[in-house]
């Protein structure tokens, strides 16, 4: 029975949904928003993590994202103008309270919270070694490693520190951290997962799809590029390129995980699929079998949209 409810149960399960916002007073009401365009991406459970400059606030629970925020009160807690938030879909570790994210620890200099959408393949080995090593895990969570290989570091600041860490994860993340007086958000250097930048105001926007920008007046302006991490903080505006660019996409962010009215690897989402459909009925006009249409639709994106994008 329990192998007829995995089969039943087998679907994509690689989306999460992840923002952060800097230099706004309403930093947690607005993430909450943009989470909410995003909810699509995950409805397992949903977090937001603030800071107002001396520490960090969290509210995180099992559920939809407006079951968790019922109570309004709670946005009065997450003081600051800069926050990061999350909606899960478990793809490494269960579905429960202690796996939710932002996962927020205490390090050597402070409080620090991690959101993550992808998965890391190499998180078993990686585990096992760290725990050999004294490492204590709070939860079942690939998404934790990030910040284990954070705290272990000693380069000077936490752009250097997680960019270390990144070059020996393996798999795919488009992460956001937060501390008391930055955020930071970077890219696995092959982009198999989206993250888009754009601005509000004097400030910044991180998210998964432009859609959550639409709902809170945020312009896009990029995506966050592969293999690079942006730093946002009293200092300005930071980008280190902490590995080569090897754009590699997941092709199902277009086909099945992002909405229409996103833009995703800089290409409209809704073009994209009236344009898959379009050369589907022209290539396979009397049907063919799925997996025949999958492959027609991996070499059509990567053939013909990459193509006309770069012209």
Same mark, same amino acid.
């Given at each position: 029975? !329990?192998?007829?409810?995995?089969?039943?149960?087998?679907?994509?399960?690689?989306?999460?949904?992840?923002? *952060?916002?800097?230099?706004?007073?309403?930093?947690?009401?607005?993430?909450?928003?943009?989470?909410?365009?995003?909810?699509?991406?995950?409805?397992?459970? /949903?977090?937001?993590?603030?800071?107002?400059?001396?520490?960090?606030?969290?509210?995180?629970?099992?559920?939809?994202?407006?079951?968790?925020?019922?109570?309004?009160?709670?946005?009065?807690?997450?003081?600051?103008?800069?926050?990061?938030?999350?909606?899960?879909?478990?793809?490494?570790?269960?579905?429960?309270?202690?796996?939710?994210?932002?996962?927020?620890?205490?390090?050597?200099?402070?409080?620090?919270?991690?959101?993550?959408?992808?998965?890391?393949?190499?998180?078993?080995?990686?585990?096992?070694?760290?725990?050999?090593?004294?490492?204590?895990?709070?939860?079942?969570?690939?998404?934790?490693?990030?910040?284990?290989?954070?705290?272990?570091?000693?380069?000077?600041?936490?752009?250097?520190?997680?960019?270390?860490?990144?070059?020996?994860?393996?798999?795919?993340?488009?992460?956001?951290?937060?501390?008391?007086?930055?955020?930071?958000?970077?890219?696995?250097?092959?982009?198999?997962?989206?993250?888009?930048?754009?601005?509000?105001?004097?400030?910044?926007?991180?998210?998964?799809?432009?859609?959550?920008?639409?709902?809170?007046?945020?312009?896009?302006?990029?995506?966050?590029? /592969?293999?690079?991490?942006?730093?946002?903080?009293?200092?300005?505006?930071? !980008?280190?390129?902490?590995?080569?660019?090897?754009?590699?996409?997941?092709?199902?962010?277009?086909?099945?995980? *992002?909405?229409?009215?996103?833009?995703?690897?800089?290409?409209?989402?809704?073009?994209?699929?009236?344009?898959?459909?379009?050369?589907? /009925?022209?290539? *396979?006009?009397?049907?063919?079998?799925?997996?025949?249409?999958?492959?027609?639709?991996?070499?059509?994106?990567?053939?013909?949209?990459? !193509?006309?994008?770069?012209?």
């Amino acid at each position: 029975m !329990s192998n007829i409810l995995e089969f039943l149960d087998d679907k994509p399960r690689d989306k999460c949904g992840v923002m *952060a916002l800097y230099g706004h007073p309403r930093a947690a009401e607005l993430t909450y928003l943009g989470l909410y365009a995003l909810q699509h991406r995950g409805q397992e459970s /949903a977090g937001i993590v603030s800071s107002d400059g001396q520490k960090l606030y969290a509210h995180r629970g099992m559920g939809l994202l407006a079951d968790v925020f019922r109570d309004q009160s709670k946005f009065k807690e997450l003081e600051g103008n800069w926050a990061i938030g999350h909606v899960r879909y478990s793809t490494t570790g269960s579905s429960s309270l202690t796996n939710v994210q932002p996962l927020m620890v205490i390090t050597k200099d402070g409080p620090l919270a991690v959101a993550h959408n992808g998965n890391l393949t190499n998180e078993r080995e990686l585990r096992k070694k760290l725990e050999s090593e004294g490492a204590i895990f709070q939860t079942t969570s690939d998404s934790e490693l990030f910040v284990h290989l954070i705290a272990r570091s000693k380069a000077p600041t936490i752009a250097e520190r997680l960019a270390e860490a990144v070059k020996i994860l393996e798999g795919a993340f488009s992460v956001v951290l937060i501390t008391k007086d930055e955020i930071i958000a970077a890219r696995d250097p092959h982009g198999f997962r989206p993250l888009a930048m754009g601005r509000i105001g004097e400030g910044y926007v991180f998210a998964s799809e432009t859609c959550a920008f639409d709902i809170i007046g945020g312009v896009y302006e990029r995506d966050v590029n /592969a293999g690079e991490i942006i730093s946002i903080s009293a200092r300005g505006f930071e !980008s280190l390129q902490y590995a080569p660019s090897d754009l590699n996409m997941c092709v199902f962010e277009l086909i099945y995980f *992002a909405r229409p009215d996103s833009m995703i690897y800089g290409t409209s989402v809704d073009k994209v699929r009236r344009k898959l459909g379009k050369v589907l /009925a022209e290539e *396979a006009p009397g049907g063919s079998r799925c997996c025949d249409l999958c492959s027609r639709l991996v070499k059509y994106f990567r053939n013909r949209v990459l !193509s006309t994008k770069r012209n």
